[in-house]
């Protein structure tokens, strides 16, 4: 509850009606429409509220990309992940490490780590579906937001540190997850995977596919397609296409 209903927020609320409101106005406005100014106005907070808390604008910025992190790590939450089974070997077992190529991860991999790979596809795909649709669907605001913050990490050294260590938090559990699954090169791997999910994250959005959602079925074919070439043993399950929908 903000200003503009009647309370004026609290100090423990203040700091994350601002970011929150920091991210609104990049997403509404883009880069230019932030300042401290507007922060306030469009958070109906006394005029210095946000200075007070965010002095320089690099600060205000560490603060928008650290909400970001947080509200993107509820778009999916920790139960809704798959469980990696850690009896089953991975790619760093069998001794193949990260940028093995293809043809040494398939020679390291056992018969159990096939099936593996065969077993955790579907939970993989059906997780990351999950996520990508909810992005599209409910939190488009978070992506332009991200976006501009993106390219603003690249002129500044110092929020590119807090992007990128905000970032990790979700390539790490990725590289687990595919490590766990049988992958042969679990970071090469992830970065594939993880590419592959922000290019459909653009394209949909501020890209040539922005007019229409793919559905969630559509999402996990191709996101199982992707990891059958990855994952020994998998196969891509084949769960529908089309657009605009669940």
């Not at 599209?136 to 603003?152: I, K, S, V």
């Not at 970032?167 to 049988?182: H, I, K, S, Y």
């Amino acid at each position: 509850m903000n200003a503009r209903d009647g309370h004026a927020p609290s100090a423990a609320s203040r700091p994350q009606l601002i970011a929150d409101t920091a991210l609104r106005l990049l997403a509404e406005r883009g880069m230019r429409g932030l300042t401290h100014r507007a922060v306030d106005e469009a958070a109906g907070l006394p005029q210095g509220s946000t200075s007070n808390l965010a002095r320089t604008r690099a600060a205000l910025l560490e603060a928008a990309v650290g909400r970001l992190a947080e509200r993107e790590a509820a778009v999916l939450t920790p139960d809704e992940l798959p469980r990696p089974h850690r009896d089953r070997p991975s790619g760093a077992e069998t001794g193949a490490g990260p940028g093995a190529g293809a043809a040494s991860g398939a020679g390291a991999a056992s018969g159990a780590g096939a099936a593996a790979g065969g077993a955790e596809v579907p939970a993989l795909a059906e997780a990351l579906s999950l996520a990508l649709h909810r992005y599209l669907t409910h939190h488009r605001e978070l992506l332009l937001a991200r976006y501009e913050l993106a390219l603003e990490a690249t002129r500044r050294p110092a929020l590119r540190e807090v992007y990128d260590r905000a970032g990790r938090a979700f390539r790490e559990p990725v590289v687990a997850m595919l490590a766990a699954a049988g992958s042969a090169a679990p970071e090469r791997h992830a970065l594939s995977v993880v590419a592959w999910c922000d290019g459909v994250l653009f394209s949909c959005t501020a890209g040539q596919f922005h007019a229409a959602v793919p559905t969630r079925a559509a999402l996990r074919t191709s996101c199982a397609e992707l990891l059958a070439g990855m994952l020994p043993g998998a196969g891509a399950s084949r769960g529908g296409t089309g657009v605009a929908g669940e």
